[in-house]
């Protein structure tokens, strides 16, 4: 199956360049491209397109909100594609409100090519790209802008058991799959398992949504881990 991509970013460097390296790839078509945000949802609408890597800061419409678009489309549009942020450190805080609004993870725009092409592949499967090490960065930069957050007692955690909040915990804190299941002496496949349970009963896409979930429900809090 080809994986079909749009890319979205002011510069036309930028996009020359990804596109050139993924259009190489035999598993990957690029479909389209768009120079700021508002051509890039319009792209994203003629398109169909399994994966839109989006920029963060273009003219027109920036990528949060063109993200908010393409993953909130009104009535009558039913293709949702996962969104992939391009971005830098420095706005961090913007690549978690666009994990907020449903974006399947970020990327660093001065990544390997190697970890492009993965990238893409790992998103259009349907899985979170939150590698542990910049999960654990983001993390750090949002809880230092931000004072401890009390549980909210309206969003459902009740409903996880012990174990599955657990690992949720663990998730938030920036953990691979494999260092959850060395800490809680399980097998790797068991992690999977509960954090599947987990995405299912909290009613969250993936990954990316759960380290949002945890620190929105007040489960983790700056300093944890």
């Known amino acids: 199956m080809t994986i079909r991509v749009i890319i979205v970013d002011d510069q036309a460097m930028v996009r020359a360049g990804f596109a050139a390296l993924l259009s190489a790839q035999p598993d990957i078509d690029v479909v389209g491209e768009a120079a ?24 027109e419409m920036d990528g949060l909100a063109a993200a908010r678009e393409l993953l909130n489309p009104p009535p009558g549009v039913a293709h949702r594609p996962k969104v992939l942020m391009l971005t830098t450190f420095d706005v961090d805080d913007y690549v978690y409100e666009a994990l907020r609004a449903g974006a399947s993870g970020f990327l660093l725009k001065d990544a390997p090519p190697a970890d492009l092409i993965a990238a893409v592949r790992v998103v259009a499967a349907g899985e979170a790209l939150l590698a542990p090490s910049v ?14 957050r009390r549980r909210n007692p309206s969003l459902r955690l009740d409903g996880l058991t012990p174990r599955e909040t657990e690992v949720l915990e663990l998730i938030a804190q920036g953990l691979s799959n494999q260092e959850i299941a060395d800490h809680l002496i399980l097998a ?9 349970r987990v995405l299912a009963k909290l009613a969250l896409r993936d990954r990316a949504q759960a380290v949002v979930y945890a620190y929105e429900s007040g489960l983790v809090t700056p300093g944890d881990g």
């Open 188 to 196: 790797e496949q068991t992690v999977k398992t509960h954090i599947g």
């Open 36 to 59: 700021d945000g508002r051509a890039g949802v319009e792209a994203g609408r003629s398109a169909h397109p399994d994966v839109v890597l989006m920029d963060v800061r273009m003219p």
């Open 135 to 148: 999960t654990r960065r983001l993390i750090a930069d949002f809880a230092a802008s931000r004072p401890a």
